[in-house]
């Protein structure tokens, strides 16, 4: 199993960017992926997730309305659409995956590191003019 993001960059405020997470060794309809950060000097958090259960994304507050999740099967990649950037979106961005978990908006607030077996390498977003 290997995740590996890309896509990130440096963006002015206002602007637009997608990230993308690749897969490999498993299929995107067996796992739960999830999208998180992580700024400097701050703790990583969740982002988005996408729940297999009900077929749709769940979101973190900070980023509703501007961020979506979205997923190629037949490319086994997941894509997070980021518009609207501020500079507080600033951070890498990691993708995460996990066999087991369902994703909901209380997995996605509360989820820890260790809840997902499986991470890539995270793409830097700069969010800046």
């Known amino acids: 199993v290997q995740l590996q993001a890309f896509g990130g960059g440096l963006v002015q405020p206002g602007g637009s960017l997608r990230v993308s997470c690749e897969v490999s060794?498993?299929?995107?309809?067996?796992?739960?992926i999830g999208w998180f950060r992580q700024a400097p000097g701050r703790e990583r958090e969740g982002v988005s997730c996408?729940?297999?259960?009900?077929?749709?994304?769940y979101y973190a507050d900070s980023v509703k309305g501007r961020f979506t999740f979205s997923r190629d099967i037949a490319k086994n990649t997941v894509y997070l659409q980021m518009n609207s950037l501020k500079p507080e979106d600033t951070a890498v961005y990691y993708c995460?995956?996990?066999?087991?978990?369902?994703?909901?908006?209380?997995?996605?607030?509360?989820?820890?590191?260790?809840?997902?077996?499986?991470w890539g390498q995270g793409t830097e977003v700069t969010v800046s003019s």
């Open positions: 060794g498993f299929s995107l309809d067996d796992y739960t």
């Open positions: 996408f729940s297999r259960s009900d077929d749709s994304p």
């Open positions: 995460a995956a996990d066999p087991q978990l369902i994703c909901t908006i209380v997995v996605l607030t509360v989820a820890e590191e260790n809840w997902y077996d499986y």
